[in-house]
């Protein structure tokens, strides 16, 4: 059974940095890609980042470009997601899920199954 786990949210100031990971287990290896999603309450899912796992090709939403960066380690299993500069208005719960593409605007799955975490609690106070 296949499980992604985030974790490393918390509190932090704005302008101040947070790393994300997403532990997977199960059948991993054939995942393409992994994604990084935020959501806050009310509101859609928003497409964060993500990497191909194979060749390491990254994504990223143009709100977080620049600030956020998401890498692999294959080895673990796990997925991260370093966030620099955050601001108020990414105090969110994100989210990780694998085989999601984004083509500059929007975003999909490249399967039908969802496979998404628990989430974890990101806040940044002023």
């Known amino acids: 059974q296949v499980q992604l786990v985030e974790s490393g949210g918390g509190l932090v100031q704005a302008g101040g940095s947070l790393r994300l990971s997403c532990v997977t287990s199960?059948?991993?290896?054939?995942?393409?890609?992994m994604g990084w999603f935020r959501q806050a309450p009310g509101k859609e899912r928003e497409f964060v980042a993500s990497?191909?796992?194979?060749?390491?090709?990254?994504y990223y939403a143009d709100s977080v470009k620049g600030r956020f960066t998401i890498s692999s380690d294959n080895a673990k299993n796990t997925v991260y997601l370093q966030m620099n500069r955050l601001n108020t208005a990414e105090k969110t719960v994100y989210y990780c899920?694998?085989?999601?593409?984004?083509?500059?605007?929007?975003?999909?799955?490249?399967?039908?199954?969802?496979?998404w975490g628990q989430g974890t609690q990101v806040t940044v106070s002023s």
């Open positions: 199960g059948r991993t290896s054939s995942f393409h890609t």
């Open positions: 899920e694998a085989d999601v593409e984004f083509d500059g605007s929007y975003w999909y799955k490249s399967t039908r199954l969802d496979y």
């Open positions: 990497i191909r796992m194979n060749g390491g090709t990254t």
